[in-house]
């Protein structure tokens, strides 16, 4: 769509429009700031203007901290923290404020259950509430975010810990006893098997611009 910008660098969606480039010195700086003015004029010709305000820039790394852009001649602001398809990303590659964030979220979902639905209904249907209303909510894009601290692990777990001894209305089995009679995985357990299964989807179907084999 734009001859000026490399397609590699250029994400379109329905509502939104991504740029990303690798800056290893000031050069890279102005061919970004190139490509931004390129994608304005095709904005401009288009009647397809950008809503500034939804906008940011978010830096990876601490080169040229004082860099700045701008689309239209109106500057875009600099971002510490962006939600991206439901995914917080931040600049310190951190995804501790997203894990915060969805366990809020899923403790609500679960609470939720838990009021509308009493402990002694059919486990079944506990099961399936906890599966589709609470568990896809933590584990949605966990190939992205999938934590590796220890503390952030255990977060998770403990989330499924409660929904587990709500779900079989049992508070004396332990924790693994439980996800046997559920026919659970540990959270844990369950993202490293979407991690595999991605990788394999990957290694079968690569991408036209990412081919997993190279690496």
């Keep these: 769509i734009f001859t000026e910008v490399s397609p590699s660098r250029l994400l379109l969606f329905a509502d939104d429009t ?6 290893d010195c000031l050069s890279d700086c102005l061919s970004v700031q190139q490509d931004l003015d390129a994608i304005s004029d095709w904005s401009k010709r288009e009647n397809l203007s950008f809503n500034i305000s939804k906008s ?39 995804f501790t404020a997203h894990l915060n964030r969805i366990l809020s979220k899923a403790y609500n979902s679960l609470c939720m259950i838990r009021r509308a639905v009493p402990a002694n209904c059919s486990m079944a ?16 894009c966990s190939q992205v ?20 001894k709500y779900v079989l209305n049992n508070f ?26 991605l990788f394999l989807k ?9 081919d997993v084999s190279e690496y």
Aim: cysteine-free.
């Design 56 to 94: 940011g820039h978010m830096r990876f790394g601490s080169k040229f901290p004082n860099t700045s852009y701008s689309i239209n001649e109106i500057t875009v602001p600099s971002v510490a923290q962006y939600k991206d398809i439901g995914v917080i990303l931040s600049s310190n590659l951190s």
């Design 145 to 164: 975010w999938r934590p590796y601290h220890v503390q952030e692990s255990k977060a998770l777990e403990r989330l499924q810990r409660r929904a587990t």
């Design 125 to 140: 249907l506990k099961r399936t509430l906890y599966l589709t209303l609470v568990r896809s909510q933590v584990i949605y």
């Design 202 to 210: 990957l290694l079968k179907t690569p991408p036209e611009n990412f």
């Design 18 to 23: 991504q740029y990303f480039r690798s800056t």
């Design 172 to 197: 004396q089995l332990d924790y693994k006893s439980r996800l046997v009679s559920l026919n659970l995985l540990p959270l844990t357990l369950w993202m490293e098997l979407q991690d595999i299964l």
